[in-house]
């Protein structure tokens, strides 16, 4: 089984922070990954597919990363609307779905 | 707008079958696309339980897979999710979920989701 591993845990930045969110593979997934923002009582949203590739509506302060086992989730210009859970998941086969463990990203 | 909608009920005895719709609107099931169930428990992370395609093409986490059955009804244009011999451990708040198409194994598209408690 891949296992996705997503670090920090918890980040704490300021509005208008630059923050990186990382998620590793524990074996090369190509581009087959995604990420998603989490708001509490709430369904998850998709942000990013393949990689890179930004979801509709989503705003262009966050972008995507990496192919491989190394992936990062890049937020810029960090808003009040941001502050949530984001997540990764794998997707090379429908056989292999997971998601990363979550990182929460925090008011300083 | 594609809308889903999970139902069933929040509170489900120990050994027995844990059983949720999700009603889908804005798009028929029976024009593509798989839909899925993925859970979340209790503070913690999220958890792929199954995806089905219309004509009955299903996948199944291979951890849930001896427990879990997925199908689907064109008609009523909503598909479900039976979960079986269900303990403590699957008390989580299960989302159903359109993926993103072809070879696109992700999630575009949400239920709010719905808690479902396993006591007796």
């Known amino acids: 089984d891949i296992q996705m591993s997503q670090s920090p845990s918890t980040l704490s930045a300021s509005v208008g922070d630059r923050v990186t969110i990382t998620c590793r593979a524990s074996?090369?997934?190509?581009?087959?990954l995604a990420w998603y923002q989490q708001k509490p009582g709430k369904a998850p949203k998709l942000l990013i597919y393949?990689?890179?590739s930004l979801e509709s509506g989503v705003p262009s302060r966050f972008s995507g990363s990496g192919s491989g086992t190394e992936f990062t989730l890049t937020i810029t210009s960090l808003q009040p609307d941001d502050f949530a859970t984001y997540y990764c998941?794998?997707?090379?086969?429908?056989?292999?779905?997971?998601f990363g463990q979550g990182t929460r990203l925090e008011i300083k | 707008q594609v809308q889903l909608q999970e139902s069933g009920p929040g509170l489900v005895k120990p050994s027995e079958t844990l059983s949720l719709t999700c009603a889908v609107s804005?798009?028929?099931?029976?024009?593509?696309?798989?839909w899925g169930w993925i859970r979340q428990s209790p503070g913690k992370g999220l958890e792929w339980i199954g995806s089905?395609?219309?004509?009955?093409?299903?996948y199944y986490n291979p951890s849930l897979k001896s427990r879990v059955i997925i199908s689907v009804d064109t008609s009523k244009n909503q598909f479900s999710l039976k979960l079986n011999s269900v303990t403590a451990a699957d008390t989580a708040v299960y989302y159903c979920?359109?993926?993103?198409?072809?070879?696109?194994?992700?999630?575009?598209?949400w239920g709010q989701g719905t808690l479902v408690t396993v006591s007796s």
């Open positions: 089905m395609y219309h004509s009955g093409s299903t």
């Open positions: 074996q090369s997934i190509s581009g087959w």
């Open positions: 979920a359109r993926d993103g198409g072809y070879s696109a194994y992700y999630f575009s598209y």
């Open positions: 998941q794998h997707y090379s086969t429908y056989s292999s779905i997971t």
């Open positions: 804005g798009y028929s099931i029976s024009s593509g696309y798989y």
């Open positions: 393949k990689a890179s």
